[in-house]
């Protein structure tokens, strides 16, 4: 008998709760997504309500016996970023928080065959064994995972779950159009679902004939082929947005991700699959990385589908503009910017944190406030277009083409901190607004990310006060200043 010991309980929820979804489809996406990077082009759904057992079956690549008990381990992990979109056989482990056992059967190469039962028997102890094999991989090479659940009304028992669960967040793979244009070249023996048994299809999954077909190209002088998408219309109206896939896993929904405006009386929907993105995807493979390197890189991939889908846009009747970030934060910089100035007289302990020395009165703090121009509020994502590093790494010390830039005493970010984490924090100047939050989820489908941003900024301040302060008069102060400004609705993206 062997057994992870540490609080591996606590490391499973922490993951569990960086997902936008629920535990369950989580489970189920992973467990694709993996048998995907294994080389799968079979992967078998079962369910079992009398025994409450879920098992899935692919005929990828396996492990042999010293990668098993590698698998074990919570923190272990031989993926390489951009080498596909599964993390580290996580569905598996996560799935110890719904089950009474996991049973993981594989075959790997040279005819090599193991299996193991593992539980979560405590926070601190998850203990598993090798156990007989049970012939449950009838290929020659693969991976069977099953799950034997606590709960007999688990999603994990339901087949319209699970059907609803892959055909959502892998629809591309099932668009023979996208398959013929690109899947074919990354996954060479096709790939085939079934559910006890029976193959899932889309009956709807085929593109109309109003369809427009686009190809994705990077690059001025020597262009290259990106990716490919394509845009639909619907005759009932209303819009999806463009989603985004990569290796056939969606990643983002909508059009604010591409930085278009879309009347949505045009009823335009459509997917872009760029493989390549998948080296600058979050550990969760739900949203893109925000490092400035990272970043860089997205804004180029973006450009290059505006420029694409614009002019069937056109086709379509409709005129998209383009969301410049930098201009839509101006009317927000301006008015924090105003009222921290008329704030500094009550809150001079403020001073030195928005970048000013305090100084005998506060009316020649705020003269050199203003003097001084301190105060600036950046998005956490402008397009980089040049010496974006440089910006990030030294606030004080920023040129651009040789020349000084102002100095930034304040600044807005974003990081995914899971659902549990706070609504934002502050890194020396930066306030990073979780965007795991479920009042930024929100905030940003009621497109109100600018409010939200105000009330982060107050929120993060308010933990610099002295003691004898109150933070709630602070940030009831703050958004009356803020709210005294001309006030505009700001969106972020």
């Known amino acids: ?95 110890l928080l719904v089950a009474e056992a996991v049973r993981t059967e594989t075959k790997g190469g040279r005819g090599t065959r193991a299996a193991t039962v593992w539980h979560l028997s405590s926070d601190t102890r998850a203990p598993w064994q090798f156990s007989p094999c049970l012939s449950t991989v009838q290929t020659l090479r693969g991976t069977a995972v099953t799950i034997i659940l606590k709960d007999i009304d688990s999603p994990l028992l339901s087949l319209d779950f699970i059907y609803r669960t892959i055909t959502t967040h892998f629809y591309p793979l099932f668009v023979s159009e996208f398959f013929e244009a690109i899947y074919r070249y990354l996954y060479k023996n096709g790939i085939k679902f079934s559910l006890n048994g029976d193959r899932i299809e889309l009956p709807d999954s085929s593109l109309s004939n109003s369809s427009k077909i686009f190809r994705i190209v990077l690059g001025h002088q020597t262009k290259h082929l990106a990716g490919y998408g394509y845009i639909a219309q619907s005759k009932n109206g209303g819009t999806d947005g463009l989603s985004i896939s990569t290796y056939g896993k969606v990643i983002k929904n909508g059009w604010e991700w591409v930085g278009l405006e879309v009347p949505s009386n045009l009823g335009l929907s459509g997917f872009v699959e760029i493989p390549a993105m998948s080296q600058i995807l979050t550990i969760n493979k739900m949203d893109f990385l925000r490092d400035a390197t990272s970043l860089k890189k997205y804004y180029q991939y973006r450009k290059a589908i505006q420029a694409a889908i614009q002019p069937i846009l056109e086709e379509f009747g409709g005129h998209s503009e383009i969301i410049d970030p930098v201009k839509a934060l101006r009317p927000l910089t301006r008015q924090i910017e105003q009222a921290l100035r008329q704030m500094l007289g009550d809150f001079p302990e403020l001073l030195p944190l928005l970048g000013v020395r305090a100084t005998k009165d506060a009316g020649k703090a705020v003269k050199a406030l203003e003097r001084q121009q301190l105060v600036r509020v950046a998005e956490s994502n402008p397009e980089p277009e040049m010496g974006e590093n440089e910006k990030n790494s030294n606030p004080r010390k920023q040129t651009n083409k040789g020349k000084r830039s102002k100095t930034t005493a304040l600044a807005i970010g974003y990081e995914p901190a899971g659902k549990a984490g706070s609504i934002a924090r502050m890194i020396e100047n930066k306030i990073l607004i979780n965007t795991d939050h479920l009042a930024y989820l929100k905030a940003q489908k009621q497109r109100v990310e600018g409010y939200h941003a105000v009330f982060c900024v107050a929120w993060s301040l308010s933990h610099y006060l002295e003691d004898a302060r109150s933070p709630q008069l602070f940030i009831n102060d703050f958004l009356s200043s803020w709210g005294r400004q001309d006030s505009q609705t700001v969106r972020l993206f």
């Open 1 to 95: 008998m062997q057994e992870t010991r540490v609080n591996l309980k606590r490391l499973l929820e922490d993951i569990r709760d960086s997902y936008p979804l629920s535990l369950e489809q989580v489970i189920i996406v992973e467990l694709v997504a993996n048998s995907l990077d294994s080389g799968a082009s079979r992967i078998d759904f079962f369910m079992n309500p009398l025994e409450r057992s879920f098992t899935v079956i692919d005929d990828g690549r396996g492990m042999r016996r010293n990668e098993l008990k590698e698998y074990h381990n919570i923190a272990a992990s031989t993926k390489t970023r951009g080498a596909g979109i599964g993390f580290a056989g996580i569905g598996a482990k996560l799935s």
